[in-house]
Each structure stands twice: as structure tokens, then as C-alpha cells.
């Protein structure tokens, strides 16, 4: 059953920890998105990464940080430096060469 | 940098009632795509538009290019619950999408 599965879809950190959410794609896409929701904004790209081992800063990339040491895999790090980190997360990938992207289901997270 | 508008932010229908988003981009899109977010739910791919004045149909909805390449709409007719949802467009380089704030469409039964 191909996809994007993100985990947790839920999740609680206190204030000045970092976070580390989970983005994983079977779907053998090149590209990869994360992207930030606040309630009635649009999708805001944190960052993205167009092949293993390479990544760009989106439009907000402040606090935020990534990897990409496989294709299958990009996680994203919240830092205690983001300043307003609580927001549902959602990550997405491409195949090259074709410009629709697939969703994860999110991630919710709540920073107290 | 590129930025996407989209009107109405929010629209209420009853049900049965047609309903249009319109989306504007400040820069020439090479295409635009259009994505709908259920309530709770992640964005989901409708359609792609790639052509200048193009025109595309799935059912009830119809979607528009303009002529430009710099603004797009997407027309419900005679909408339904199952409607309801934030319908996003989105546009921009090959590996850049930005996407539009969304119309979040409420359908009352």
C-alpha cells in the first residue's frame, strides 16, 4: 500500500525542547516538501529537498531543520529557536517531471 | 517574492447553491493546481492547468486558466456536503509550489 505516513499524528512538547517529526514515502518520489498550516492560512513550505542528501530553506526556515540521508525519509527538527512552533505540520513529495503532490496526513503538534 | 491571492477567504452556501473560488497570482505561472483539504483532513490533488485559457471539467466542478496565466477559478455547481472543504491553488516553479491562503467552503444542508 504506497504512500506518506507521518508520525506521530499527534504530539506534547514543553517549551525549549527540540522536536523531531517523522515524514516516510514508499511512493519512490525524488522530491520532498514540509510545509507549516496555521488555522485559516494557507500552506507555508518550511523546507525541501529534490534528491538525497540535498535541501533548500523554504520561505520560513527560521528554527526549523531537516535531513535527507535517504529517499524514502525526511524528517523535520523544530528547534527551541522557532518561536511559534505549535501549528500542524504536513509533508509531501513529487515524482520528477510531474508537479502534483502527494500528502502525508499531518502532524499536530502542541508545544506548552 | 511569488504570491497567490485567493478570494473569497470563506463562502457559506446552502446546499444546492453554485460556488466560485478565484485565485491571482502577482507573477506568470507556468501552471496552477488546485488541492482540497477536508476538514481534519491533508490537502488532496484535484487538477492541473497548464495551458493559457484552459478549461477543465470533473463532474460538477469546472476549472479555469486565464489567458494571462495569472489568475485561475474553480466553479462548483450545485454543491453538495460532500463539497465542504478549503480548496487551495497553487503555483510556481517546478520544485516550488506557493500555495494560495484557501476558500473554506461550508455547505449547509
Known amino acids: 500500500d504506497g504512500g506518506i505516513t507521518q508520525s506521530p499524528k499527534y504530539l506534547f512538547r514543553k517549551e525549549g525542547q527540540n522536536v523531531t517529526l517523522s515524514c516516510e514515502q514508499n511512493?519512490?518520489?525524488?522530491?520532498m516538501y514540509w510545509y507549516r498550516q496555521d488555522p485559516g492560512q494557507g500552506l507555508r513550505l518550511i523546507y525541501y529537498?529534490?534528491?538525497?542528501?540535498?535541501?533548500q530553506k523554504g520561505d520560513i526556515a527560521e528554527g526549523y531543520s531537516v535531513s535527507r540521508e535517504k529517499k524514502e525519509s525526511f524528517p523535520l527538527t523544530v528547534t527551541s529557536a522557532q518561536k511559534n512552533p505549535t501549528a500542524f505540520y504536513l509533508c509531501?513529495?513529487?515524482?520528477?517531471?510531474?508537479?502534483?503532490?502527494?500528502f502525508g496526513p499531518g502532524t499536530r503538534l502542541t508545544v506548552l | 517574492g511569488q504570491q497567490v491571492m485567493q478570494i473569497p477567504q470563506y463562502q457559506h452556501v446552502q446546499e444546492g447553491e453554485d460556488f466560485t473560488t478565484y485565485c491571482n497570482s502577482s507573477?506568470?505561472?507556468?501552471?496552477i493546481q488546485w488541492y482540497k483539504q477536508r476538514p481534519g483532513g491533508h490537502p488532496v490533488f484535484l487538477i492541473q492547468?497548464?495551458?493559457?485559457?484552459e478549461v477543465k471539467k470533473q463532474k460538477r466542478l469546472t476549472f479555469q486558466f486565464g489567458e494571462a496565466k495569472k489568475n485561475s477559478s474553480l466553479h462548483i455547481t450545485a454543491t453538495q456536503t460532500t463539497d465542504v472543504g478549503t480548496y487551495f491553488c497553487?503555483?510556481?516553479?517546478?520544485?516550488?509550489?506557493?500555495f494560495g491562503k484557501g476558500t473554506l467552503l461550508t455547505v449547509n444542508p
Open positions: 509531501a513529495s513529487r515524482l520528477a517531471g510531474k508537479d502534483e503532490q502527494f
Open positions: 529537498s529534490q534528491i538525497v542528501n540535498d535541501f
Open positions: 497553487s503555483g510556481g516553479s517546478n520544485y516550488k509550489l506557493t
Open positions: 492547468l497548464v495551458k493559457s485559457g
Open positions: 511512493l519512490n518520489h525524488d522530491a
Open positions: 507573477t506568470t505561472l507556468s501552471n
